[in-house]
């Protein structure tokens, strides 16, 4: 069965950098865009990054452009987010999720496998 | 960039009840309109996308209408499991995706 596994939160310090990973497995990785989605303590959520599945195209909301970026290892089976510059609004347990469809040029933006999260909590 | 407001923000109903809930976005979406579910420390679930198609194995009390700016999830028959807070998610003008801040359904 699809499962997501993130892993690389922790307590930083603002300023400070921290790389999140997704490891995928249950799907053919390679086919699918993967998101990133956060979810501040007792807040909504809030849509992060995407990645398409051959890695080619790259989106961010405005508030982490130019200090987080998504990649991806297909032949690793992983995902990352690597967050620079963190600050207090960063806190979150941030979640991994697998784009709808296989195959597409632009990601369908919607979300249907999700894994558990790991939580990042930057703090001084 | 879209704004998504639900409403009521807590809606608080018998089992065997039916929950209506509502998602209005700040301009036109089409009916690029999901929801999605989440239950207390877990992930969110896809229940409903393109206003109105179900989610691969989401039971068929689960239903959603709209189009345009005002969408609307309908519950029928409240199942002790579908206690849980519910968010509309829009991606007709992205980026970013947006979501709604979510209405909570709980047990009266």
């Known amino acids: 069965q699809v499962q997501l596994v993130e892993s690389g939160g922790g307590v930083v310090q603002p300023g400070t950098s921290l790389r999140l990973s997704c490891a995928a497995s249950?799907?053919?990785?390679?086919?699918?865009?993967i998101h990133w989605v956060r979810q501040a303590p007792g807040k909504g959520l809030e849509w992060v990054s995407v990645?398409?599945?051959?890695?080619?195209?790259?989106f961010y909301t405005d508030s982490v452009k130019g200090r987080f970026t998504i990649s991806r290892d297909n032949s690793r089976n992983m995902v990352y987010l690597q967050m620079n510059s963190l600050t207090v609004e960063d806190t979150a347990t941030y979640y991994c999720?697998?784009?709808?469809?296989?195959?597409?040029?632009?990601?369908?933006?919607?979300?249907?496998?999700w894994g558990q999260g790991t939580l990042v909590t930057v703090s001084s | 960039e879209i704004v998504l407001t639900q409403s009521p923000a807590t809606l608080s109903l018998s089992p065997g009840e039916t929950a209506t809930l509502s998602c209005r976005a700040s301009?036109?979406?089409?009916?690029?309109l999901a929801w999605y579910q989440q239950k207390p420390g877990r992930a969110p679930r896809l229940l409903i996308y393109?206003?109105?198609k179900r989610a691969t194995g989401i039971p068929a009390r689960f239903s959603g209408s709209g189009s345009g700016t005002d969408f609307t999830l309908t519950i029928s028959s409240l199942e002790p499991e579908d206690f849980a807070v519910y968010y509309c998610?829009?991606?007709?003008?992205?980026?970013?995706?947006?979501f709604g801040g979510g209405t909570k359904v709980e047990i009266k």
């Open positions: 249950g799907f053919t990785l390679s086919n699918y865009g």
């Open positions: 990645i398409s599945y051959s890695g080619i195209n790259e």
């Open positions: 998610q829009q991606r007709s003008n992205w980026p970013p995706v947006t």
């Open positions: 999720a697998k784009d709808l469809q296989q195959l597409v040029p632009r990601p369908t933006l919607l979300l249907d496998h």
């Open positions: 301009q036109s979406v089409g009916i690029f």
């Open positions: 393109d206003a109105s």
